[in-house]
């Protein structure tokens, strides 16, 4: 008794760009986390400061030592650009590209007439100035 043991759904793959599986993806934004990725590049992950751990390029430079320096070799971050603006898109954007069609919360907000308020507040005047010796 031989059997042939298909399977129907593909197989799990790992996003390069945020490591979640293809399964916790929409079509499109596999898509958009794909075209993000530089082709014959090698990548890393770095993190800058107390951030979260992003996708990089590595890129070596000729230096005057050569191989020897470690400063012959420059980790560059990999973000998603947003459509209108151009700029680099947060992790809690990349995450919902798909959602925002690859615009930043901010040009979303504006095409869809909605107010935008994202950080329109430095972070100490948040809770009625609190942080800053504040009343509440």
Known sequence: MSQTLTSKQPAKLRCAFCGKNNHEHSTELWQIHQDAIP???????????????????IVKWNTVNGDESPYHVEYIPIYISCKECGSSMSSSEAEVADVLSQHCLKCFSEMTDQEYSWHSKPW???NGGKYMGGSK
């Open 39 to 57: 082709a014959n590049a090698k990548l890393a992950t770095m993190q800058l400061g107390f951030g979260p751990r992003t996708l990089a390029k």
């Open 124 to 126: 100490w005047e948040v």
